[in-house]
């Protein structure tokens, strides 16, 4: 078989599959679209951003052809998700022996374990301050989340420059920049611009092993060959706290680390970085772009999302979904996930008959009016389910965006659409 893989791809490239050739500027490719559109916001004109899997594909049944690991191994850079979410591809890659500069966006984000629901909503760090002042969800010195031109609010001062960096971080203790490397430095220009985490969870993506969501025989094992997951340092570490959540592989892991916003800002920051090393001529221009990016970010959340959800009593906060996807706007957002058709994360799973009667059960149970579909999967079930307990099927973007001329063309739409769909549907 990877004997056929290799033979196949060097044919495609024989062929003039080839997507660096085609462009005068360097070539990304992102795996799905959500990453390519925040990826788009970042390379400005510099940069031709390609999205591997097109908007409306379910990213879990996307299996590379020749012609896709062909563009991939002629890409310059090749932006992946991480935290299992690419498998197929990535030991696509590897059995053809190409060499392919691959950037885990979500290496520095802590990441959650599947089926964990709502069992850690209350643990973040803005839980107390939920209803009435959104001020503390994001910055503890900004009461008003203005975003002016000097970016004051958020924790800069008179000496920092345009993107937010000073000359030797002392707010932090730090005497240079050379001190913090890798996620160790994100993480303190993260908090330095004034932005916040909603919660530790099973670890950083880089330093944690997480077991396969759709394959479980070969699980991320071929991620350290990308120096991704360095899992061999961590091991089981994180097992306890998967155990606790019950019922789901032992170090399964969420992927869709999107649903929260800050999560996207980081992406922003490791995107930013990796475009600077290949491109550093338009480094200034990345750090800006990113910069102003991650503001946008911050004021969905603290200008839209939040002030949304404070039409939403939090017991009606209850979510039955198509498969286990809002496990982050979950934890982030004071939600509860009481009930998932397809039981994991991933959707190439097929629901049990025993599964589809617990959903009904719960929905029964809950007194629930809506529950929650996706545009990438079948609602066959869904239907079914909702002709059985009266309810609405409400239907939401989870892992890809919409047509570029939809309601959710873009990550910010996205996310503006969800939001309204679930409250909208919850408030009924």
Request: hydrophobic share 35%.
């Amino acid at each position: 078989m990877k004997v056929r893989i290799v033979a196949l791809v060097l044919l495609a490239l024989l062929l003039g599959v080839n997507v660096g050739a085609q462009s005068a500027q360097p070539v990304v490719i992102a795996s799905h679209s959500i990453l390519a559109d925040v990826a788009r916001n970042i390379a400005g004109d510099h940069l031709e951003v390609r999205t591997l899997i097109p908007a409306g594909s379910d990213p879990h049944h996307f299996v590379p052809t020749p012609s896709d690991l062909a563009a991939v191994a002629d890409a310059d850079l090749v932006l992946i998700n991480g935290v299992g979410y690419e498998e197929t591809l990535l030991e696509a890659i590897e059995n053809a022996g190409v060499d392919v500069n691959i950037v885990v966006a979500s290496a520095c984000i802590d990441i959650r374990p599947a089926s964990a629901h709502d069992e850690d909503h209350d643990d973040h760090e803005h839980e107390d301050d939920m209803h009435d002042d959104h001020d503390d969800h994001a910055h503890d010195d900004d009461d008003e989340h203005a975003h002016d031109e000097d970016h004051d609010d958020h924790g800069h001062d008179e000496d920092h420059d345009e993107h937010g960096h000073d000359e030797d971080h002392d707010e932090h203790g730090h005497d240079d920049d050379d001190e913090l490397t890798g996620c160790d430095a994100q993480d303190a220009e993260f908090h330095a611009l004034g932005f916040h985490s909603h919660g530790k969870f099973l670890g950083r993506a880089e330093d944690i092993e997480c077991a396969g969501h759709d394959h479980g025989d070969h699980g991320d094992e071929h991620e350290d060959d990308h120096g991704d997951e360095h899992e061999d340092d961590h091991g089981d570490e994180h097992d306890d706290h998967v155990d606790e959540h019950g019922g789901h592989e032992e170090g399964a892991c969420d992927p869709h680390i999107w649903f929260d916003p800050q999560n996207v800002i980081r992406w922003a920051l490791t995107i930013r970085d990796s475009f600077s090393e290949i491109d550093p001529d338009h480094a200034a221009d990345y750090h800006e772009a990113a910069l102003a990016y991650a503001m946008e970010l911050d004021a969905l959340e603290s200008e839209f999302i939040w002030p949304l959800l404070e039409n939403l009593p939090e017991e009606k906060r209850l979510l039955v979904t198509a498969h286990d996807a809002l496990g982050y706007l979950a934890g982030t957002f004071h939600f509860e996930i009481v009930s998932t058709v397809i039981p994991g994360v991933s959707t190439v799973v097929e629901p049990s008959a025993s599964d589809v009667a617990t959903v009904i059960d719960v929905i029964r149970e809950q007194g629930l009016t809506a529950i929650f579909g996706e545009s990438t999967t079948s609602d066959r079930i869904l239907q079914v389910i909702a002709a059985e307990t009266d309810v609405e099927i409400a239907p939401l973007y989870t892992d890809s965006l919409g047509q570029a001329d939809g309601p959710a063309g873009t990550y910010l739409d996205y996310m503006r659409y969800n939001f309204t769909t679930i409250v909208e549907a919850l408030s009924s």
